[in-house]
């Protein structure tokens, strides 16, 4: 369960940064790497989102 969450909490941060960059710089470093509308961009968009959310319900469930 601890490398699920480190896993986690690396796409999150991952996830973060490229919209940190997409908001100062308009450059999504997802489609830049992998394509835009790539079935690969789009898994690793689903998996940066699903990261976040069970990052977030493991928070609440320490709370």
């Known amino acids: 369960m601890a490398i699920l969450k480190q896993l986690a909490t690396l796409l999150a941060?991952?996830?973060a940064l490229n919209w940190g960059l997409i908001g100062l710089f308009d450059f999504n470093v997802v489609t830049a790497?992998?394509?835009?509308?790539?079935a690969l961009t789009q898994?690793?968009?689903v998996l940066?989102?699903?990261s976040g959310l069970w990052l977030l319900v493991d928070w609440?469930?320490?709370?």
Do not use: N, Q, T
Request: net charge positive; no cysteine.
């Open 33 to 38: 790497i992998f394509g835009s509308g790539s």
């Open 48 to 50: 940066a989102g699903l």
């Open 43 to 45: 898994i690793i968009y």
């Open 13 to 15: 941060i991952i996830g």
């Open 60 to 63: 609440f469930r320490k709370k």
